[in-house]
Structure formats: structure tokens, C-alpha cells
């Protein structure tokens, strides 16, 4: 009932910076909480932030002052923008949405995925 495709990642130097885009489809009413994942080659895939209904936002520390999600209602868009990027951050992301009344970091919470795009940070 909701698709969602991740788009905008890429090869990028330490330091610099990339914009992750995630086009939601379907009937989006339904999500109230929508967020971002990612995982490291060999790694666990692992919480980045999250963004709820009301435009609030939570991040994990990692990426806290340096990341920043939003969303476009009108177009059905969530975006990621990752700033002062280190090779530590590199990972497939993946963009996640959540049916429910309150906004979780949990992902066996969220109910539908997209397939991924690779950010890869050089030094």
C-alpha cells in the first residue's frame, strides 16, 4: 500500500556533502512516522534518525549536528541531508515508514522499506 524509492547517493570525499531523496507512493495517509536507516558493509543496519508526523525529528548520536531530515508534503518526499561526511558514514541508507500513532528508532517498527542507495565516503 506504500512504496517508497531512495534516490541522490553516491561517491563523495571526506567532508563534503550529499542530499538522499526517498519518493513515497501509495497511501501515504497511513504512515506517521517515516525515518532513515543505514548499514555498513558487514554491519548491522542501524537507526539515523526519524522525522514524525508533525515535522518533530530525533537522530542518533552519530550523525547528530551533522545530518538533517525533511519532508515535502505536496510532493511526498523525505530527504536526508548529510553534511561534514567521513568514511565512517559510508553504507547502504535506506528509507523506512511507520503505520501507528507514535513516531519509533526501533526497525521492526516500521512497516514499509525501500530498496536502498550506497553512499560511500573516501578519505
Known amino acids: 500500500q506504500v512504496q517508497l524509492k531512495e534516490s541522490g547517493g553516491g561517491s563523495v570525499q571526506a567532508g563534503g556533502s550529499l542530499r538522499l531523496s526517498c519518493a513515497a507512493s501509495?497511501?501515504?495517509?497511513?504512515?506517521?512516522?517515516m525515518g532513515w536507516f543505514r548499514q555498513p558493509p558487514g554491519k548491522e543496519r542501524e537507526w539515523v534518525g526519524v522525522?514524525?508526523?508533525?515535522?518533530?525529528?530525533n537522530y542518533a548520536e552519530s550523525v547528530k549536528g551533522r545530518f538533517t531530515i525533511s519532508k515535502d508534503k505536496t510532493s511526498n518526499t523525505l530527504y536526508l541531508q548529510m553534511n561534514s561526511l567521513s568514511p565512517e558514514d559510508t553504507a547502504m541508507y535506506y528509507c523506512?515508514?511507520?503505520?501507528?500513532?507514535?513516531?519509533?528508532?526501533?526497525?521492526?517498527?516500521?512497516?514499509?522499506w525501500g530498496q536502498g542507495t550506497q553512499v560511500t565516503v573516501s578519505s
Open positions: 523506512a515508514a511507520r503505520r501507528g500513532i507514535y513516531c519509533t528508532t526501533r526497525l521492526r517498527d516500521f512497516d514499509y
Open positions: 522525522i514524525g508526523v508533525d515535522g518533530s525529528t
Open positions: 501509495g497511501y501515504t495517509d497511513r504512515t506517521s512516522c
